[in-house]
């Protein structure tokens, strides 16, 4: 198995950040001193943060439907333990000032309200319910769209929460855009199910998605995976 961990990936972002700028991470600095990374690897990041500080972290990913008004975004996002409201509370530590202004954003990215983003279970369950406009035009054009889409975000928010953050480009079985097998349907009907479990906090439904995600051949890492290169695919834009 060659995953990257939170660990591995914090450590190399922190050597990458330092070899830029030796200034303590807690201080500003100038936009050419910064890093270049994606909406993974803030949440990554600050998840590794907030564990090496003893505070329950985890990686959530799904969609956002506050960055554009236009359609659910894809991104990722931390969920943190509130001690003091015994809740889950969600952040979007990508958002700074800059991009605040710009997006002209007035909701709280410290504690998202309910609604604001739909994690992998949440957006699956939505398109198979009929309840979310144009589904088919959600993803990753041309081949990782609508019902397909949701299923990969449910993929990988489901391992996240089991204890797996993969990187946004690593997928197999259940994940797989290309892969389909009989009884799959079954399959994400008990992930969401647990996944809505997990997020009631039942630690019922936590044990049972640990099992299933070491186990079951569509969900666990197969053997001898290696996280392939990753390439936009002909179509998508890259804004830089």
Not at 73 to 94: C, G, I, K, S
Not at 147 to 168: M, Q, W
Request: net charge negative.
């Amino acid at each position: 198995m060659c995953l990257i961990t939170d660990d591995h990936a914090t450590v190399a972002a922190k050597r990458g950040i330092s070899a830029l700028h030796d200034a303590p991470l807690a201080e500003p600095r100038p936009a050419a001193a910064r890093s270049v990374g994606c909406c993974r690897d803030f949440a990554l990041l600050l998840v590794s943060i907030l564990r090496h500080k003893g505070v329950p972290a985890r990686v959530r990913t799904g969609v956002s439907l506050y960055l554009d008004p236009r359609h659910p975004e894809d991104h990722y996002v931390t969920e943190l333990w509130n001690a003091a409201e015994r809740r889950w509370q969600m952040a979007d530590p990508q958002i700074d000032d800059v991009q605040r202004a710009a997006m002209r954003l007035t909701l709280d990215t410290t504690d998202l309200a309910p609604g604001s983003f739909l994690t992998g279970w949440r957006l699956l369950d939505a398109m198979r319910c009929g309840t979310i406009r144009n589904a088919d035009k959600i993803g990753f054009p041309p081949t990782n769209t609508g019902l397909t889409y949701g299923r990969n975000k449910l993929f990988a928010d489901f391992l996240s929460v089991t204890g797996r953050e993969i990187p946004v480009h690593a997928w197999w079985g259940i994940g797989d855009p290309g892969s389909v097998e009989p009884g799959d349907d079954a399959l994400l009907g008990r992930m969401i199910a647990l996944s809505r479990g997990i997020d009631r906090n039942d630690p019922a439904a936590l044990s049972e998605a640990l099992h299933l995600a070491n186990t079951h051949p569509r969900v666990r890492v197969p053997e001898g995976y290696v996280v392939p290169p990753w390439a936009p695919e002909p179509g998508w834009g890259l804004d830089v």
